[in-house]
């Protein structure tokens, strides 16, 4: 059976600041692939340690935490099909991350037992707390879970790029944040886990990420803008980018795991940074798009990234929740400053989900009647927020964006 | 190597003095001494900025006597900053003073990627304003809630149960705590507990390590504990320990 990814890469530097202090790099990443029947199934893995002086173990945590992300997955694809897409959807809900979950706490005690200070101190999970993301790639689908504030990212064929998910209440800013060290989160769990079939509008690359990429850009369009670039970007030219981008950023451990769609050219050497032109490409681009088939001559129309959002949100309903979900500080920061709406809709190439929430009553001829009311949902909650208890609404709240 | 369309950027540290400039801080060389272990500060303070060049320190500062204003508006990088001296004269709008800071901890104007910011207030009385509709409104701001939030009282006089409600739940047990108002009896104390909250607390906020999202206060033993964003550093020792009342009382 042909598989739709190509191998995946995955790399963790040590932040500038851990370096500069004699601290051990506390994130990790894997990625592999995994022979299921006829089918290849590809797993990425980023893994982040909290590092303060309670979580002194969390380099040791995080790099377990992967291994047993990939004996997880291994385990549970030698009992159910990769065709099954509703048994794997339920599995990134419940079963796998209950199966990390337990494997990880046995493993990290069995680790503290091995240590001389297990003979004077009481093991605790706190010590090895880290988070975990995780990415499938399936010759039909793709599915995502985990814990804690990593993002994933898609890269669509025009480059234009996409936050798939963060961690709820996370603003970029927060120090707090789920972990793998907490007593049985199973809603931070299934709340990450989503299941997306492959169709001609799957992403062109999937990154995964921990905190500290994402906090070493001045905004979350420059984090997107990140995404775009680092897709092309391999090998020693991956390692130095993320060397950069802790220097020049947050100063914190960063990993990324990437992972690039079968027609999407391979990364090439000496062409980091920039952004690669399937229009531009002459044959190359034609050769490769007529390899991809349809989907890769569809690539080859730049689609307006606006339209294209809105027409997978209106194809695939389920996700307009979670989606508008995670943009509810847009909306109200919108609600408190309608003229932010300008520069969003500016913005729409990079960030379109941006876009549609500043202008979607103007979207409402492209628009679908789920995602209409989800919009509206979402506005009525953040005015709501907005609204002073027993008071009138603020004067600049617009009624529409 | 760059990347094309992508600003990396370090976090600001945004560090904001609410300082008391009513009447009574120009008894017994209070305001003096303020303005004095403020400006002895910002070598050390630009010193830790040096050593942490993933944040970058923005200083800011608010008076209020009969009312509040920005004494120094504009979040100016703590190598630049030249202290110009506070004056005293008027009664004690702190409650206003906590409505300032509140607009500018809002995000805009605050960045998505800032570090949670350093409030340090620092009184010698008593609001005379409406204190408490000042700090509700700035609790309600998750910027301010994520902030690391200092008080120090100058002298006996200081309302510390007001000051307490600005930092936050009392910690748990007796004894010297960040999370208690901190007590300057005299110059040297102050410079001291100044010299603390710009270094060693600016420090702690340049870096800080993740930590697990705490459990609602419901599920916590004591729900005082844990609450602060920042682990705070230990206090410096200083020559009048609030909880061993000894020493060169002056205030």
């Known amino acids: 059976m042909s598989h739709p990814w190509l191998p995946g890469q995955a790399y963790s530097v040590i932040g500038a600041a851990h370096r500069r202090q004699g601290k051990p790099c506390q994130d990790a990443s894997l990625c592999s692939q995994l022979q299921v029947g006829d089918a290849l199934l590809q797993l990425l893995v980023v893994a982040d340690g909290h590092g303060g002086h309670r979580y002194g173990l969390s380099d040791a945590g995080s790099a377990i935490a992967c291994a047993q992300a990939e004996q997880a997955v291994r385990e549970l694809s030698e009992l159910h099909p990769l065709t099954d897409r509703g048994t794997w959807l339920e599995l990134l809900r419940h079963t796998l991350p209950s199966r990390i979950h337990t494997g990880w706490l ?6 503290w037992q091995q240590r001389p200070e297990a003979e004077r101190e ?19 689908w793709w599915g995502c879970s985990g814990i804690g504030d990593w993002d994933l990212t898609a890269v669509a064929a025009d480059g234009s790029a996409q936050l798939l998910s963060e961690e709820l209440g996370a603003s970029g800013s927060s120090e707090a944040t789920g972990s793998l060290c907490q007593p049985w989160p199973e809603q931070a769990w299934a709340g990450r886990a989503q299941l997306q079939p492959l169709n001609n509008g799957s992403p062109r ?17 420059d984090y997107l803008n990140l995404c775009s670039a680092l897709i092309e970007l391999s090998g020693a030219e991956l390692a130095d980018g993320l060397e950069q981008i802790t220097s020049e950023g947050s100063g914190d451990d960063v990993s990324v795991a990437i992972a690039l769609a079968v027609g999407a050219a391979p990364p090439a050497q000496g062409r980091a940074g920039r952004p690669r032109r399937w229009l531009l490409g002459g044959v190359l681009g034609l050769a490769l798009a007529s390899a991809a088939g ?60 941006g876009a549609l929430i500043a202008g979607a009553n103007s979207r409402s001829g492209l628009s679908c009647r789920a995602l209409q009311l989800g919009l509206q949902q979402q506005w009525q909650q953040a005015r709501a927020a907005a609204r002073p208890a027993n008071a009138k609404m603020p004067a600049t709240a617009p009624s529409s964006p | 190597m760059a990347f094309p369309n992508v600003r990396l950027s370090n976090r600001p540290l945004h560090f904001i003095y609410l300082c008391d400039c009513s009447g009574s801080m120009a008894a017994q060389g209070k305001m003096q001494a303020l303005n004095q272990a403020i400006r002895q500060s910002l070598p050390g303070m630009a010193e830790v ?18 009312q509040a204003a920005w004494h120094l508006a504009e979040p100016t990088p703590v190598q630049q900053l030249q202290w110009r001296d506070l004056e005293a004269g008027g009664i004690t709008a702190m409650g206003e003073a906590l409505n300032l800071v509140a607009e500018v901890l809002q995000s805009p104007p605050m960045e998505e990627r800032a570090l949670p910011p350093v409030l340090v207030l620092i009184s010698d009385g008593q609001p005379t304003d409406d204190f408490d509709a000042g700090l509700a409104r700035l609790m309600r701001l998750p910027w301010a809630q994520k902030a690391v939030r200092l008080a120090i009282a100058m002298g006996h006089d200081a309302d510390l149960e007001v000051l307490q409600q600005f930092i936050g739940p009392e910690p748990s047990g007796a004894g010297k705590s960040p999370r208690r108002p901190l007590q300057a009896s005299n110059a040297t104390t102050l410079a001291q507990y100044i010299q603390w909250a710009s270094t060693a607390v600016v420090g702690a906020a340049s870096m800080p390590a993740s930590r697990v999202t705490p459990a609602p206060a419901a599920d916590r033993p004591n729900p005082s504990d844990s609450v602060g964003n920042i682990p705070l550093p230990d206090l410096p020792p200083t020559l009048l320990d609030p909880s061993v009342d000894v020493g060169p009382l002056v205030w």
């Open chain 1, 294 to 353: 349809l989907a890769g001559w569809r690539w080859l129309q730049p689609p307006d990234p606006l339209a294209q959002l809105i027409s997978e949100l209106c194809q695939q309903p389920q996700r307009i929740r979670p989606t508008l979900l995670q943009r509810r500080s847009q909306f109200a920061a919108l609600v408190k400053q309608p003229s932010m709406a300008v520069h969003l809709q500016a913005q729409a190439s990079t960030d379109p989900l």
């Open chain 1, 106 to 111: 046995a493993a990290i005690e069995g680790d």
């Open chain 1, 122 to 140: 009481p093991f605790t999970p706190l010590s090895y707390g880290c988070t975990l993301g995780l990415v499938l790639l399936a010759p039909q």
């Open chain 2, 49 to 66: 900025a040096r050593q942490n060049p993933e944040a970058r320190v923005l200083v800011r500062a608010v008076r209020f006597a009969d």
């Open chain 1, 205 to 221: 690359a999937l990154v995964l990420s921990t905190d500290g990429v994402r906090k070493s850009c001045a905004t979350d369009a």
